[in-house]
C-alpha cells in the first residue's frame, strides 16, 4: 500500500494525522502524487470523521505555504496590512466600498478575492464590469499600488495557495463544499498567504446565504478565528443576516453603481451600516484608538468628505481603466450608465398589493439573477456583466397597489417564463397591524 493510501486508510478509521502526515498530503496535491481519486477519498474520509483544530491548523497552514507567500510588506505598515472576507450573500459589494474606505483611513489593503458561483459574479467580476479593469497583478504592483493608493482588489495568482485550487474543484464535485475544516483552511491559508495583521470576516446566515441557520454561522465564524489568530492574523467576525438582500442592486454593474453611490455617501442604509461596522472592526484590531462609534464615523466622513471614492478611483487606474473615464465614473451625479455596461430591456414588477414590506426573499432574488445571466453555475460560465435586479422598496416601506417593487435588467427580448411571478412572491408584503383591510379598484 503507497504512503497516500495508509493516509486515507487512517483518516477513514477516523485517526488522527499528524503535522508531517499532513504536510506530505499537501505536498502531494501540489505535486500531483496524489491522484484525483485519492484526493477525492481523503477529502470523503475527512468529511465523514473530521478533522481537529490541530489538524486544521496544520492543514491551513500547509496549504499557505504549498505556493508563494506574499513577501513582507514594508516595516512602517507593520499593524495596518488588513483585509476582510465574506461568506458571500446576494447583493453583497461590500469589498469595492470598503477597500478604499479603509485605505482613506491609512490602512493597506492588498485584497485578493475571488469570483462567484451561483447568484452573481464575486468581487472580481463586479469589478471586471468596469470596462478596462484588471485584476491580474505582480507582486511588486500589488506593493507599488498600496503604497502610492492603500488598496488594490486582485485575483488569485496561479502560484498562491496552489493546493486549495486543487482540492476547491475536487470538493466541488465530491461533496465536501461545507466542512467546517475544509471552509476554514480554503478561506484562512490564501488571507495568510496575503500576510495579513488583521483580518474580519463576515460570516453570513440566512435563506440568502450559504448558511442558513445563524448557530451554524456562528461556530464556522470561531473555528476561523480561532484558526486565524493561530496562523498570526488578529481576526474577528461579524455574523450577519441574509435573508434579504443587501442594498438595492443585484447584479454585476448595477453593484458597481451602487458601491459608488456609497463611496460618494449616498448608498442605502443597510448597506452602508454593514461597511461601518466592519470597517470599525478592522480598525479596533489594528490599534485605532476611541470608541466603535468613533471609528464608523471616520469611516463614514471618508465617505462624505470624497476621500474613499478618490481612493476607488486611483485604485481603478492602477488596475487599468483610461484615467478620463475613471475620473468620469468617479464624479459625484455622475451618469455611470455612460461608461458601465446596460442591458438591453428593463422590465417593472408590479406590486399586486397594497402594505408594508416585511421581507424580500434572498434566495429568490439571487436564482432570478442567476436565471438572467449574472452568474455561473460552473466556474467557466460566461457572466453577463449588465444584466440583473434593481430593487424599488425597502424593508419597512409601505408600498401601493400596482405601484413599482422592482425592475428587472435583461438582455433577452423576454424575461425568462414564470420570472415575474417568482418576484412578486418575493415580496413579503402586510397590512399594519392596526389596518384590517384595504378596499381598492
Same mark, same amino acid.
Given at each position: ?20 502526515? @499532513? ?68 447583493? /453583497?459589494? %461590500?469589498?469595492? @466600498? ?32 468596469? $470596462? ?39 470538493? /466541488? ?26 483580518? %474580519? ?41 441574509? &435573508? ?7 447584479? &454585476? ?19 452602508? /451600516? ?17 470608541? @466603535? ?23 481603478? @487606474?492602477?488596475?487599468?481603466? /483610461? $484615467? ?79 405601484? $413599482? ?10 424575461? $425568462?417564463?414564470?420570472? &415575474? ?21
Amino acid at each position: 500500500m503507497s504512503k497516500i493510501m495508509e493516509l486515507i486508510e487512517k483518516k477513514r478509521n477516523g485517526e488522527i494525522l499528524t503535522d508531517d502526515e @499532513i504536510r506530505c498530503f499537501v505536498k502531494g496535491v501540489v505535486t500531483g502524487d496524489v491522484q484525483d481519486s485519492q484526493l477525492e477519498k481523503m477529502l470523503k474520509a475527512i468529511y465523514e470523521n473530521d478533522l481537529t483544530d490541530e489538524e486544521t491548523v496544520c492543514l491551513t497552514k500547509e496549504m499557505r505555504d504549498s505556493g508563494e507567500v506574499l513577501k513582507s510588506w514594508p516595516p512602517e505598515w507593520k499593524g495596518k496590512v488588513v483585509d476582510k472576507h465574506s461568506t458571500g450573500g446576494v447583493g /453583497d459589494k %461590500v469589498s469595492l @466600498i470598503l477597500a478604499p474606505a479603509l485605505a482613506a483611513c491609512g490602512m493597506k489593503v492588498p485584497m485578493i478575492s475571488g469570483r462567484g458561483l451561483a447568484h452573481t459574479g464575486g468581487t472580481l467580476d463586479k469589478l471586471e464590469a468596469i $470596462p478596462g479593469l484588471s485584476v491580474s497583478a505582480s507582486t511588486e504592483e500589488m506593493t507599488r499600488w498600496l503604497t502610492n493608493v492603500g488598496c488594490c482588489i486582485v485575483g488569485q495568482t496561479a502560484n498562491l495557495v496552489p493546493a486549495d485550487k486543487r482540492m476547491y474543484a475536487v470538493r /466541488d464535485v465530491t461533496g465536501t463544499i461545507d466542512h467546517f475544516g475544509l471552509i476554514t483552511g480554503s478561506i484562512i491559508s490564501k488571507k495568510a498567504a496575503e500576510q495579513l495583521d488583521v483580518l %474580519v470576516l463576515d460570516v453570513k446566515f440566512g435563506i440568502g446565504a450559504f448558511m442558513k441557520e445563524k448557530s451554524e454561522a456562528t461556530r464556522l465564524a470561531k473555528q476561523m478565528v480561532k484558526i486565524g489568530n493561530e496562523l498570526g492574523m488578529k481576526t474577528s467576525a461579524l455574523i450577519t443576516d441574509m &435573508n434579504n438582500p443587501l442594498g438595492k442592486m443585484i447584479g &454585476n454593474a448595477l453593484e458597481v453603481a451602487e458601491s459608488l453611490q456609497c463611496l460618494h455617501g449616498n448608498g442605502p442604509s443597510d448597506l452602508e /451600516d454593514l461597511v461601518l461596522k466592519l470597517g470599525a472592526q478592522v480598525l479596533c484590531q489594528s490599534g485605532d484608538t476611541g470608541s @466603535i462609534e468613533d471609528r464608523e464615523a471616520k469611516l463614514k466622513a471618508t465617505l462624505s468628505n470624497g476621500e474613499a471614492v478618490k481612493k476607488f478611483q486611483e485604485m481603478i @487606474i492602477n488596475q487599468g481603466v /483610461d $484615467p478620463n473615464k475613471a475620473k468620469a465614473l468617479c464624479a459625484k451625479g455622475a451618469n455611470v450608465w455612460t461608461i458601465l455596461p446596460t442591458s438591453s430591456f428593463k422590465t417593472t414588477v408590479i406590486s399586486p398589493k397594497s402594505g408594508i414590506v416585511h421581507g424580500i426573499n434572498a434566495h429568490t432574488c439571487g436564482q432570478c439573477s442567476l436565471a438572467l445571466g449574472a452568474g455561473r453555475h460552473i466556474i467557466d460560465d460566461p457572466i453577463n456583466p449588465a444584466v440583473g435586479l434593481e430593487l424599488c422598496v425597502s424593508i419597512g416601506d409601505t408600498v401601493s397597489k400596482g405601484k $413599482p417593487l422592482m425592475i428587472v435588467h435583461h438582455d433577452s427580448e423576454k424575461m $425568462p417564463e414564470g420570472m &415575474n411571478e417568482q418576484l412578486v412572491d418575493a415580496f413579503d408584503i402586510r397590512l399594519s397591524d392596526r389596518v384590517a383591510s384595504i378596499v381598492e379598484e
